[in-house]
């Protein structure tokens, strides 16, 4: 008998725990976090663009406690082209995929679209080094671009 009530507090504290850790989930953003720690790694640079001359692009990567995935906060403002300067901001899940699943057994983050945001597709990040994050397509190859493709640790 004490066997069972030890094990529903279990229980209970395990479900507590895990509602509790998503609770802030998304509220970080690189203006209100410090700069690249060990809970959340920001990289900037500017991104190649199909209309403009590129977008500056900042995105914060926040860690949940397995290291395998997370939320992530991003912000692009196009340079040139129709929507220059025009900051968006927008967030959403991010995972790891690593090992045999990526070419040469490297490192990929992929950042998918917050829910009901039918307007982007998912970004595929190469990790290079621990300092720099390259974008790649979706078979997690190289762009066939002339412009910047890479994203530095901030």
Known sequence: MTLTRFSALIMTGALVG????????????PESSQRSSGTNQIYGGSLPCDDCDGVDTEVALNFSTDS????YNLTETPQGGPNNGQTQKRKGNWKVISGNAVPGGGTVYVLHPARGDTEHEPIYLLMENNTTLKLVDEQFKPLDTSHNDELHRL
């Open 68 to 71: 395998a995935g997370g939320v």
């Open 18 to 29: 895990l509602s509790m850790t998503g609770c802030d989930q998304g509220r970080d953003t």
